[in-house]
């Protein structure tokens, strides 16, 4: 055997592995463990697609444990969110009847795969996905984000964040994420691409904080 190709496929299963752990069974412990990768900035990171959303028909995609889902809400947008993780529906379920007041609750979940989206044909003016697996550049998927948007409206996804601050924590923070591909700049270009062939008008966005950079795609529905 190869040990310099069976050292990284070995490093990649195991990522897999504790990914699918986080987002299952440990999936409680997912907040903790993404404030401490990212030395605290995982909200921040999320929250730069909020300025390129539209209209106020917003579907959250993979959901998580509903923070994009509260932010959403308190912005005035009208939010729906699936996940395919039973747990982590549970947690935003949770999460969401202890913070969004009377007047917006319930927040509507549904249970989904993207390669099969429960709702109607132009049912959204936005599509949200931050840090996603990789689901976001499989075609069976970006077919259903075409199908369930607006014309004219937009997808957009969070896949990447680049730490830059000079301190030992944020140094050790950016090795980690290049070590789980958080952070991989290569393929990029592709993904664009793959948008664009499916009749997206798609580019890359960067955003730039006081100690990382954000990448997003933006994908508008021609």
């Given at each position: 055997?190869?040990?310099?190709?069976?050292?990284?496929?070995?490093?990649?299963?195991?990522?897999?592995?504790?990914?699918?752990?986080?987002?299952?069974?440990?999936?409680?412990t997912y907040d903790l463990v993404s404030w401490t990768v990212s030395m605290g900035?995982?909200?921040?990171?999320?929250?730069?697609?909020?300025?390129?959303l539209r209209g106020k028909q917003v579907l959250e995609i993979a959901h998580g444990?509903?923070?994009?889902?509260?932010?959403?809400?308190?912005?005035?947008?009208?939010?729906?969110?699936?996940?395919?993780?039973?747990?982590?529906?549970?947690?935003?379920?949770?999460?969401?009847?202890?913070?969004?007041?009377?007047?917006?609750?319930?927040?509507?979940?549904?249970?989904?795969?993207?390669?099969?989206?429960?709702?109607?044909?132009?049912?959204?003016?936005?599509?949200?996905?931050?840090?996603p697996t990789e689901f976001m550049v499989q075609s069976p998927a970006i077919a259903?984000?075409?199908?369930?948007?607006?014309?004219?409206?937009?997808?957009?996804?969070?896949?990447?964040?680049?730490?830059?601050?000079?301190?030992?924590?944020?140094?050790?923070?950016?090795?980690?994420?290049?070590?789980?591909?958080?952070?991989?700049?290569?393929?990029?270009?592709?993904?664009?691409?793959?948008?664009?062939?499916?009749?997206?008008?798609?580019?890359?966005?960067?955003?730039?904080?006081?100690?990382?950079?954000?990448?997003?795609?933006?994908?508008?529905?021609?």
């Amino acid at each position: 055997m190869n040990s310099h190709g069976a050292l990284p496929r070995l490093l990649h299963a195991g990522l897999r592995l504790g990914f699918g752990l986080l987002y299952n069974q440990l999936a409680w412990t997912y907040d903790l463990v993404s404030w401490t990768v990212s030395m605290g900035q995982w909200r921040a990171w999320q929250r730069t697609a909020l300025p390129y959303l539209r209209g106020k028909q917003v579907l959250e995609i993979a959901h998580g444990t509903g923070n994009m889902l509260l932010d959403l809400v308190s912005l005035g947008f009208d939010p729906v969110g699936i996940d395919l993780s039973p747990a982590m529906g549970r947690l935003a379920a949770r999460k969401l009847r202890r913070r969004v007041g009377p007047r917006d609750w319930p927040v509507p979940q549904a249970r989904a795969s993207v390669f099969a989206l429960p709702f109607a044909a132009g049912s959204f003016q936005s599509l949200l996905s931050t840090f996603p697996t990789e689901f976001m550049v499989q075609s069976p998927a970006i077919a259903e984000f075409h199908r369930v948007l607006r014309r004219g409206g937009v997808f957009v996804c969070v896949p990447a964040a680049q730490i830059i601050g000079p301190g030992l924590a944020d140094r050790w923070a950016a090795w980690l994420f290049r070590v789980t591909g958080q952070s991989a700049e290569g393929w990029f270009a592709p993904v664009v691409e793959r948008y664009t062939q499916a009749a997206f008008a798609a580019r890359v966005e960067r955003v730039q904080l006081p100690r990382s950079t954000v990448t997003l795609i933006v994908a508008e529905k021609q």
